[in-house]
């Protein structure tokens, strides 16, 4: 069946009030900054700007769904600081990472269009980035697994990732080591305590070393990085060397992927 769309224009919160309740799965917003960019009466909405997001914030969580998906752009620093503690106080929304957008020198080109007379004008036109916001709606009264989705789900579920943790105990039994093996050289090499080595390749809070761990710990040991590599590089296209692993967070490979959508509810 196809799917079907359904273009809607208007005020975002009287559209938004037509909507059944729990039925969005994502709330993209790109609201009014309150810069007060060139003069416009939009961009100006003085000491109610917060209230203002609130408001339409509020009717955003109603229709998402329990775990639904929030972004908001934005570019000012202060009134996302105030932003944030007025979402945390008021609503369901709980922040979950901050993506910034370095926009280079552009701005400097634009800086004949300013309005000379804003008390924000250097600071909005000077900003060389902007900021989205990924937010959950997480309701205060569901289960507490709610609170615990994206990668927090994702990286502690066993089925996931399986060929890179596949991978990780052939070396193991190749090699003839054990994992303290791995441990012991890392703290040799380092001085350390080999701490996250309670995560690399396992099913809770699944962590991929980083390069300087690898060249500690793992390469001395006579670890095959090539297979992994072929394996993380299905996705995106790879790019490291064949002495280097990817680092911390490095995107899955598909088939992993492919498990995960299965077995995690996002």
């Known amino acids: 069946m196809e799917p079907t769309f359904q273009t809607m ?5 009287e559209i938004m009030r037509t909507l059944p309740d729990a039925s969005v799965d994502l709330v993209l917003a790109d609201p009014p900054y309150n810069i007060k960019v060139r003069g ?3 961009d100006n909405l003085g000491a109610g700007y917060i209230d203002w997001m609130i408001e339409w914030l509020l009717e955003a969580q109603r229709v998402l769904k329990p775990n639904g998906v929030l972004y908001i752009w934005h570019n000012d620093m202060p009134q996302i600081a105030r932003l944030l503690v007025a979402m945390e106080q008021r609503t369901n929304f709980a922040l979950m990472s901050f993506c910034v957008w370095d926009k280079g020198q552009y701005r400097a080109q634009s800086w004949k269009n300013r309005d000379p007379d804003s008390d924000t004008a250097p600071r909005s036109w ?11 709606n997480a309701p205060k009264d569901a289960d507490s697994a709610w609170k615990h989705t994206g990668l927090d789900r994702i ?14 105990y052939a070396e193991l039994e190749r090699l003839g080591i ?8 890392y703290r040799q090499a380092t001085g350390k305590s080999g701490a996250m080595f309670r995560h690399y390749f396992k099913d809770s809070q699944f962590a991929i070393p ?3 761990v690898w060249q500690a710990a793992f390469e001395p040991l006579g670890f095959d990085a090539t297979p992994l590599l072929d394996l993380v590089k299905k996705p995106h296209g790879g790019g490291h060397s064949q002495t ?3 680092q911390e967070d490095t995107t899955p490979c598909a ?12």
Not at 9 to 13: A, L, T, V
Not at 126 to 136: I, R, T
Not at 155 to 168: A, F, G, Q, V
Not at 178 to 185: G, L
Request: with cysteine.
């Open 210 to 212: 980083t390069e300087a």
């Open 9 to 13: 224009q208007g005020d975002c919160i």
């Open 155 to 168: 990286n502690s579920n066993p089925e996931c990732y399986r060929p890179i943790k596949d991978w990780y």
């Open 40 to 42: 416009e009466e939009w």
């Open 178 to 185: 054990t994992e303290e093996d791995v441990v012991e050289k």
């Open 244 to 246: 280097s692993p990817p």
């Open 126 to 136: 000077f900003n060389v980035c902007e900021y989205c916001m990924h937010f959950f």
């Open 255 to 266: 088939a992993a992927t492919t498990r995960c959508g299965k077995a995690t509810k996002l």
